[in-house]
Structures are given as structure tokens and as C-alpha cells.
């Protein structure tokens, strides 16, 4: 049996619950539907998420190791290291930009709040108009 094969019989579960999820009735809530989603996403794509994680980690170790004990750098596009000292030492310092961008992000939240309810009334107004 292929590895591919071997991937699609494992994970065909994960997204047969998928789809049964999403066509779940009403007192399942959208937003519960996607968070749910996103984790059996998580699940189906973990034979290739895993792999890259391992193979990430040792790449990290081998540039340590090299920048470390024998003082080589590695290039920019091939730094991680640099990258990920740059990505958690990354600050923004105007204090307006950072209230703009909570606020910014806070109206994405309502907003994906009102079409997940939207979602919700209408299929309760279908289930209402169809089941009478």
C-alpha cells in the first residue's frame, strides 16, 4: 500500500466527521461548526504538518550548532534563527497603531459573529418554512 493510500484510509474519517458536521441541524451553532472545522483540519493535515515540524526543528539545531561551535552564519533566506529572533522581538512601538489595529481586529470579530448568526436564522428560518 502507497504512503498516499495509506494517508487517504487514515484520514478518510476525519473527513467523512467533516462533512457530517457541517450538515448537522440547527442547535449545532456555526461558529462552533467552523472551530470544530479548523481542528479536524488540524487532524487531516497532520501527516504532512509533523514531518515539516520535524524537519524545521532539525534544521533550527543544525544552524545552531554551525553558528555556535564554528562561527559559520548562514545566508538571509536560509537564517531561521535570525528570523525567529527578529519575529519575537518585534514590537510596535506606536502606541495609535496598536489601538487601531485592537479595534481593526475586534471589528472582524463582530463581524464574523454576525454572519455566523446570520447563517443561523436563516437556517432556522428555512427549517421553520420547510418542516410546516
Not at 14 to 32: A, D, M, R, Y
Not at 58 to 86: A, N, W
Not at 99 to 125: M, N, P
Request: glycine share 2%; with cysteine.
Amino acid at each position: 500500500m502507497s504512503m498516499v493510500s495509506k494517508i487517504i484510509y487514515y484520514e478518510q474519517p476525519f473527513v467523512e466527521n467533516l462533512v457530517n458536521t457541517w450538515l448537522q441541524p440547527l442547535p449545532f451553532p456555526t461558529i462552533l461548526k467552523a472551530l470544530f472545522s479548523c481542528v479536524l483540519a488540524i487532524l487531516i493535515l497532520l501527516p504532512i504538518i509533523y514531518p515539516a515540524v520535524i524537519f524545521i526543528w532539525s534544521y533550527i539545531e543544525v544552524q545552531y550548532i554551525f553558528e555556535k561551535h564554528y562561527s559559520i552564519t548562514f545566508p538571509e533566506k536560509l537564517d531561521v534563527l535570525g528570523y525567529l529572533q527578529r519575529l519575537y522581538a518585534f514590537r510596535i512601538t506606536n502606541e495609535k497603531y496598536n489601538i487601531f489595529l485592537a479595534l481593526y481586529l475586534e471589528r472582524w470579530r463582530i463581524l464574523g459573529t454576525a454572519i455566523a448568526s446570520t447563517i443561523d436564522y436563516v437556517r432556522l428560518a428555512l427549517c421553520l418554512l420547510f418542516n410546516t
